[in-house]
């Protein structure tokens, strides 16, 4: 990764398996070496925390990577909104990687003067956020007409019948549990029109 790259890495554990996703948007570590320090990461005993190791990077590496590829979609302008900085930067980049525009906002009143700037074609929306929720967001920019073709996602850490009721009511199109795949923003941003 070159000075200016952003690298990041999440971690998804289900029943049966944990998901790692790994996001490198600078020159680029080669791909073997960073399967190899994935391997060397997930060899270790779940009570050591930390540890170092070295791994040699060959100038010849990078040129003999392939390009970072994904199956083409319309590319949107998106408005990421978030109160954690943290996950949202990680789903504003991985929607980057996958060819769209982004616009990232950390509370609701920044979210709707992004919306109102921007004109985003899908907006992804923290509910639980301090001041304006998501909820209240949603509402402020469906009674505007100039949003009435925007598609809005929840993205919330909260499951269940009741929680999709809520945000079906409140007018999201989809109800996404964080933390949320690459697979699944592409499959749920296919449905929306560009």
Partial sequence: MTQGGQFSLSIRVDERDAVVTIIDDGAAIP????????ELALSRRFIERAYTTR?????EDRSSMPPLTYRSSTRRRILV???SVDAAESLGLLLVQIGHDVQIAHDG?????????????VVLLDIGMPGVDGYHVVERLRADPTFARVSFVAVTGHDGDEARRRTREAGFAEHLVKPVTVETLRNVL???PG
């Fill in 81 to 83: 909104v978030d109160d």
């Fill in 55 to 59: 791994l040699a990077l060959h100038r």
């Fill in 31 to 38: 791909n073997e070496v960073l399967s190899r320090a994935v």
């Fill in 109 to 121: 009143h920044a979210a709707l003067e992004a919306a109102r700037m921007n004109r985003p074609h």
């Fill in 190 to 192: 296919e449905r929306f």
